[in-house]
């Protein structure tokens, strides 16, 4: 709480304390500043992933542009020992177990995160098939998962959780493509289908003519068309 009303109120001293014109100042600056925020972190029974990411929230501005482009490459060099150390603490063996409750928040998160990316899309004022086309995309993100399981892992805080994130992750992984791919036309398909049923219930509920006799659409357009 601390950390973000010093974001909030103080960014701005807090980049300009940090900010530099020389590149290697101010990575070192903002690698010193991290590993401090989080040791102090460590220090209070807080995760250190947590220090780090405030550190994140309180700079801003040109010092927020500059550091993430100089931290880019070790993001990603980080992110990927990282998936590796936890690949090494998870069994293969263990996985098969929990394949039934990956499937299932699997398959419920798969509904919420299009539903989600329906409704965002709706808000920025995109049309039916690019909301369900947004939707379709946010099912392959799921890498977070395993950045909070790695975490309970490693504090001994729940072991069977590794697994589980890795079944749900690589099941996530191995289903975003195709949702990305055929979401929209199944719901453009499943949506017209409901249309043309409407039109058909309203065609056989019709009120009767003059001569007391139901008029169908069919007749009403080729007098239209006469």
Known sequence: ALVLVLAVRCGRHVSRFVSSDDPEKLLLVVLGVTLVVAGVAQQLQVSAAVGAFLVGIALSGEVAEGASSLLAPLRDLFAAVFFVFFGLHTDPASIPPV??????????????????????????????????????????????????????VTAGIE??????????????????????????????????????????????????????????????????RA
């Open 159 to 224: 072991p069977s959780l590794g697994p589980l994130a890795t079944a749900y992750v690589l099941i996530l992984v191995l289903l975003g493509p195709l949702t990305a791919r055929w979401t929209e036309p199944l719901a453009t398909r499943l949506t017209g289908r409901r249309v043309r049923r409407r039109r058909v219930g309203a065609a056989g509920s019709a009120a009767p003519g003059p001569s007391g006799e139901h008029e169908s659409i069919e007749g009403q357009d080729t007098v239209g």
């Open 99 to 152: 394949l039934l409750p990956a499937l299932a928040l699997a398959a419920v998160t798969t509904a919420t995160k299009i539903a989600t990316g329906y409704w965002a899309a709706r808000r920025a004022g995109i049309g039916p098939k690019g909301r369900w086309r947004a939707g379709g995309a946010l099912v392959a993100r799921g890498e977070f998962s395993i950045v909070i399981a790695g975490l309970a």
